[in-house]
């Protein structure tokens, strides 16, 4: 069975600061991570996803993740937050056998502060 | 990329009646789903819809009270039945190639409100 667990539901940032989103994940075979952006009253934008290959991800908007398996880690990450950034995250898991089937964290809400 | 359209993006209904939602991808997609997001919380999938045959359900959801249709590789409907203030939620459809480690595209969502 896979799970995600999102640590932190509410994160403030100050503009031009670092965001750092944690995700960790449970999965009894290789995972495939993914994380989600919803701005309010939207659907789910996909920002970046580990698949296979290098673990230090780059998705839009200036996010990355690094997926550590040691750690069962997937900490989304940008170096400088903007206003535009505040919106609520999601980290999701899926793997092959299921593909598209995702299963979420219970998201973190970010909050950038002027 | 798919670009998935979800119809109404918004409704308010009166209990005990059942509400249909509609999904339309813009591109044929092996596997779509139907996700509920209650307030404040993660998207839980109610189930996967499969072309020209019964959805499959996850544990804590039954077709008698959200029954979902797939006509066709672009097109799925999802009705909430006899619907009770407990269903005010966000559903959001999502569609995918089927490949594995390939995203899930989602819709802007069906905000239902029960009163």
């Known amino acids: 069975a896979q799970s995600v667990t999102q640590l932190g539901s509410h994160v403030s940032v100050s503009e031009g600061a670092l965001v750092l989103l944690r995700c960790n994940y449970s999965s009894s075979v290789p995972p495939y991570l993914f994380w989600y952006v919803q701005y309010p009253n939207q659907g789910l934008q996909l920002l970046l996803k580990y698949t296979t290959g290098a673990t230090l991800v780059k998705g839009i908007n200036g996010f990355e993740a690094e997926f550590k398996k040691s750690e069962t880690s997937f900490h989304l990450t940008k170096p400088s937050a903007h206003m535009s950034d505040a919106a609520e995250y999601f980290c999701a898991v899926s793997v092959r056998e299921r593909a598209n089937n995702l299963f979420f964290g219970t998201g973190t809400r970010l909050t950038v502060i002027p | 990329s798919a670009v998935i359209s979800q119809k109404p993006s918004r409704d308010i209904c009166q209990r005990g009646t059942s509400l249909t939602i509609q999904c339309q991808v813009d591109s044929q997609v092996t596997m779509m789903f139907w996700?509920?997001?209650?307030?404040?919380?993660?998207l839980t999938l109610i189930a996967t819809?499969?072309?020209?045959?019964?959805?499959?359900?996850?544990?804590?959801?039954?077709?008698?009270?959200?029954p979902i249709s797939r006509p066709n590789l672009t097109f799925s409907t999802l009705?909430?039945?006899?619907?009770?203030?407990?269903?005010?939620?966000?559903?959001?459809?999502?569609?995918?190639?089927?490949?594995?480690?390939?995203?899930a595209f989602f819709g802007q969502g069906t905000r239902l409100t029960v009163v």
């Open chain 2, 35 to 42: 996700y509920r997001q209650q307030p404040g919380q993660s």
């Open chain 2, 49 to 66: 819809a499969n072309q020209g045959s019964e959805a499959t359900y996850e544990s804590g959801f039954v077709i008698d009270k959200f």
């Open chain 2, 79 to 103: 009705t909430v039945s006899n619907m009770s203030p407990e269903d005010s939620s966000i559903y959001l459809c999502s569609g995918g190639t089927g490949t594995g480690g390939t995203e």
